[in-house]
């Protein structure tokens, strides 16, 4: 008899443990099916959406899909447009005598509204369940004078901006929860953006239904207007073509002209040194042999003839320089590199400015035209740093990036310069902007942090196609 007991509540036990495994998957089944059909009606309102041409055809659709997911007496949709303080009720939807009745919507103030819809244009849903019809502040409908019990309220959002509200509301008691809110601010998230679209397209509409009743009844006036506008035009385009045109044959002739600058320069520099530099070279050497002449007792011409010979080399060096600025001989013997590295130690000598030269890779080479306007950029950059910066230390690079040199030289100065010189009124900056254009590059200057300035060009190894 033990046994038998045993095995009956056993029994007992698992046939329990089996209904209720059971109920948990039926329960788990029924909420898998709505869950599917609320993703399908979200699929069916989103398709929908998509194919509102107006308001009315959005207020249908959002009422259609609202009341098979969450059912309603009574909705409406309002509209608070960016640029407008006021508030515009599309329509009002409400239940009279079992059937859906539309009402016109109106236009409010914010300010106008009850506390609930302010709190939700606010940015706040809000979720009301009233124990009796006398509780709670009076919201009476349009349709049907009873006041709702259930109330849901959802701001419509755009970019994080309330652009509306939309609330669905029931005449029983409790009708919604939690869950349903959410589902209407989903429905609200999805309608935000076809709401704005459609607002907009209406906006379009009726600008050119006024544009068209304008067209109407100004036809003659604005065919003149039309024709002037075309002469205009033409005049404008013709005049935009000489402009095109000028600017191409500027560009054109400051190319030529850099070149001939650079060429009369190399001439300059080369009459220089084999003329004046021949001139300096004899005179020195006459001026060495009269001093090995003199007798050691004439202290007088021999201190005449030191000072000379001091001059002379002053001279030989002012000319060295000179000739180094008017034309790189550096450049054409061994590069741009040895040039620039040049230049740099030369100007650590007259600057007393601790200067660093990074090249990358160390054996840069450029064709000549490239390599004559790299060149003249930092010269012209380190120049700038000498007379302006007021810097201890200096940094130039140049490296290959994308299929072009860029070329930057910073200094760590008083800053502040950058928007004088860019200004325009620097011959060198001018100079610098010229040259980078002049090979189909662009250059800039700009503040390099809290102190310095940095000069930055970029030119392409291949010159752009003429347009």
């Known amino acids: 008899m033990g046994k038998r007991r045993i095995r009956k509540v056993d029994s007992a036990r698992q046939a329990q443990q089996f209904h209720t495994r059971l109920r948990r998957i039926e329960q788990a089944e029924a909420k898998y099916k709505r869950d599917e059909a609320q993703r399908a009606a979200f699929v069916r309102l989103s398709r929908r959406l998509t194919t509102v041409a107006s308001e009315m055809a959005l207020m249908r659709v959002v009422c259609a899909e609202t009341a098979r997911l969450l059912g ?9 447009p960016p640029e407008q303080d006021r508030v515009r009720i599309i329509r009002y939807v409400d239940t009279v005598k079992g059937r859906k009745r539309w009402f016109p919507g109106q236009e409010l103030a914010p300010s106008e509204f009850s506390p609930p ?5 606010e940015g706040r849903p809000l979720l009301i369940n009233r124990r009796s019809v006398m509780s709670g502040p009076v919201m009476v409908t349009e349709g049907t004078k009873r006041r709702c019990l259930s109330l849901m309220y959802v701001p419509v959002r755009c970019a994080d901006e309330v652009i509306g509200v939309l609330t669905v509301q029931s005449y029983e008691r409790n009708r919604y929860g939690p869950a349903d809110l959410r589902t209407l601010q989903q429905v609200a998230d999805v ?27 100004r036809t003659a006036e604005l065919q003149a207007a039309n024709r002037r506008l075309q002469r205009e035009t033409r005049e404008r385009q013709r005049a935009l073509d000489t402009v095109r045109r000028s600017e191409q044959s500027l560009r054109e002739l400051t190319v030529e002209a850099g070149r ?31 001093d090995k002449r003199l007798a050691d007792n004439d202290a007088s011409m021999k ?14 060096d002012i000319l060295r320089g000179l000739c180094k600025t008017l034309h790189p001989v550096v450049l054409d013997h061994h590069g741009l590199v040895e040039a620039i590295r040049s230049q740099v130690e030369e100007f ?104 310095g300035t940095r000069v930055i060009a970029r030119l392409p190894l291949k010159p752009p196609a003429a347009s």
Not at 72 to 80: E, N, T
Not at 117 to 121: P, S
Not at 443 to 448: S, T
Request: contains cysteine; charged residues 25%; aromatic residues 4%.
């Open 191 to 217: 309608l935000a953006p076809v709401l704005e679209r459609v607002h907009a397209e209406d906006a379009l509409r009726r600008a050119h239904r006024e544009l068209e009743h304008r067209v109407k009844q």
């Open 348 to 451: 650590k000598r007259y600057s007393h400015i601790n200067c660093h030269l990074i090249v990358r890779p160390a054996d840069l080479e450029l064709p000549n035209p490239l390599a004559l306007a790299a060149f003249r950029i930092v010269q012209e950059a380190l120049t700038n740093v000498a007379r302006h910066s007021g810097a201890s230390g200096c940094w130039v690079s140049l490296r290959l990036e994308d299929g072009a040199v860029l070329i930057s030289v910073r200094d760590d100065g008083i800053g502040g310069v950058a928007p004088r010189l860019a200004e325009g009124k620097s011959l060198g900056i001018l100079g610098m902007k010229e040259r980078a254009t002049a090979v189909g590059g662009a250059f800039q200057i700009e503040e390099a942090g809290r102190h």
């Open 117 to 121: 819809v302010r709190r939700v244009l």
């Open 260 to 290: 001939r600058l650079e060429s009369e320069r190399a001439r300059i520099a080369r009459e220089l040194h084999d003329g004046l530099g021949q001139v300096l070279t004899a005179l020195n050497m006459n001026l060495a042999w009269m």
């Open 72 to 80: 309603w007496d009574f909705c409406y949709l309002a509209h608070r």
């Open 303 to 316: 201190l005449r003839l030191a000072e000379s010979l001091a001059y002379v080399a002053q001279m030989t």
